[in-house]
């Protein structure tokens, strides 16, 4: 919205600064952050005030947990709210990616809402049924995946794109919507799966979002894309404002958060930050490079995968509990061990995912 102020700028005065996405995405940041700082606290004591009991805690989990009965859950509201109210104030609304991947993370956030808001009423860790969030999150990922199809230049349209291969690029044509809808469902799914801690998927998420803002600015520059061999994907540049919002909302959220958390993240932030980076990874033609950068919640999800898998067909376990980072926490780590090493672990992970922005 404020970018309209650009058409009383005369080119060299302050106004000017609002034609620069990395200006806009640093004024995102701060609003965002801020937002977090000022609401955190008092949306904090109404979800107290109206879930009484808080989350319920799984009854098979690891004993340390129902230390945390009474808090509340939702938290996920608070970064929505920054990152939307960020986004529709310091992007430009005429860009069709920014609407794409905001659409998905709302979309996505109302799922998780509906979920959370069941478990608290019911007190049952069940909330709304597997299979209907996720034919809704089906839907939302087909409509998100079609309209980055038809944004991308006629040349990329309905193509998979390779990192490391330079000028690759696989025609899967129809077959990209299915394609598209998997890597978003996939990602709002595994980072759902990965908020389990305090602060253990709010971190990775940031680290991702940060590093695909990077990736959306280059992308979406055709100077920066042709220098690295990479694909030019016009209007990709202005997802930095939407990263840059998200990080900051994460940031005010992490304050809450941090061991011993004052608020979960819930469904309704952990389904929407997913789905919003697999969204990215569509608009962006980064979708192999988010199974990388995002690692950490890939191997989340394989090892709920590989234990419900491997228990069916021979009784026994793989892993003493599943997600994964239940298992170091019944072998005895410390979870603020856990939920640091992952965060190293996921920052590595950027950082080779980055890499293949240059190896060509």
């Known amino acids: 919205m404020l970018y309209l102020l650009t058409g009383f700028s005369d080119g060299g005065d302050f106004l000017n600064l609002f034609r620069y996405i990395t200006f806009r995405a640093g004024g ?13 606290r008092p949306l904090i004591d109404l ?30 509201l608070l970064i929505l709210s920054a990152l939307t109210v960020s986004t529709l104030m310091w992007a430009r609304l005429d860009n069709a990616y920014v609407w794409i991947v905001l659409g998905v993370t709302l979309a996505f956030g109302l799922i998780g809402f509906a979920d959370d808001y069941k478990k608290v009423t019911k007190q049952n860790t069940r909330g709304v ?6 034919l809704l999150g089906l839907v939302i990922a087909a409509a998100a995946a079609w309209a980055a199809t038809m944004a991308h230049p006629e040349a ?34 595994a980072v759902n799966l990965t908020d389990g801690l305090d602060g253990l ?29 990479i694909h030019f994907v016009p209007g990709t540049g202005e997802i930095l404002v939407f990263c840059a919002a998200l990080i900051g909302g994460g940031l005010g959220f992490l304050w809450y958060n941090a061991p011993p958390a004052a608020v979960f993240m819930g469904d309704t932030g ?68 856990i939920v640091i090493r992952f965060w190293i672990i996921a920052l590595i992970l950027a950082m080779i995912g980055l890499a293949t922005l240059k190896v060509r």
């Open 156 to 189: 990329l349209q309905f193509r998979l794109a390779l990192p490391v291969f330079k000028n690759l690029l696989i025609n899967l044509g129809l077959v990209f919507i299915p394609f598209g809808m998997i890597v978003i469902v996939g990602a709002a799914n």
């Open 47 to 76: 979800l107290r005030r109206k879930q009484g009991k808080g989350q319920p805690i799984r009854s098979d989990g690891p004993q340390s947990h129902f230390a945390k009965a009474g808090t509340p859950t939702m938290g996920g």
């Open 201 to 229: 998927a709010i971190m990775p998420v940031m680290i991702a979002a940060g590093t695909f803002g990077v990736i959306s600015y280059l992308v979406g520059n055709f100077n920066f894309a042709d220098y690295l061999g």
């Open 270 to 337: 952990s389904l929407a930050l997913g789905g919003a980076l697999g969204a990215i990874a569509v608009s962006t033609k980064h979708e192999i490079v988010l199974a990388i950068v995002g690692g950490l919640f890939v191997v989340e999800a394989m090892s709920v995968i590989i234990q419900v898998l491997y228990f069916k067909r021979t009784g026994r376990r793989v892993f003493l509990m599943a997600p994964i980072h239940h298992h170091f926490e019944k072998k005895g780590w410390a979870e603020p061990q």
């Open 28 to 40: 995102a940041f701060l609003t965002a952050l801020a937002f977090g700082f000022v609401f955190g």
């Open 129 to 134: 049924s597997s299979r209907a969030r996720f």
